[in-house]
């Protein structure tokens, strides 16, 4: 079997893997608290969870609940796992195209 055929079915074994079982979502979803000081004793509040991700080059931030954090949180890592079998893919696919197409001669260089 050759590299090529090897990488063709690399390529569709990976596709077949790639789809991903639910929504997705980028960005990153964040714990935080906040203390106040309340009487002179810092007060701790929280936790809050927010979700972050960037639009446009700009960061867009929205508040969550507990139950929407855990969800949007595991969307997110169902999003990791597709772009890392998307990464996989592109590579694969770059091999498949350079042993595919004539590359372009490599000329040598003098000193």
Do not use: F
């Not at 569709?12 to 997705?24: E, L, R, T």
């Not at 701790?44 to 446009?56: A, D, H, Q, S, V």
Request: one cysteine or more; proline letters at 3%; glycine letters at 4%.
């Amino acid at each position: 079997m050759t590299r090529l055929n090897r990488l063709i079915r690399r390529y569709k074994k990976q596709v077949s893997n790639a789809q991903p079982d639910g929504y997705i979502l980028q960005g990153t979803v964040v714990k935080r608290y906040l203390k106040r000081r309340v009487a002179g004793v810092l007060k701790r509040y929280g936790p809050y969870y927010l979700w972050t991700r960037k639009i446009n080059n700009k960061t867009k931030t929205q508040a969550l609940t507990d139950e929407q954090a855990q969800i949007v949180q595991e969307v997110i890592n169902r999003n990791r796992q597709l772009e890392l079998h998307l990464d996989s893919l592109r590579s694969i696919s770059e091999q498949i195209i350079w042993d595919v197409t004539p590359c372009v001669a490599k000329r040598k260089r003098t000193s």
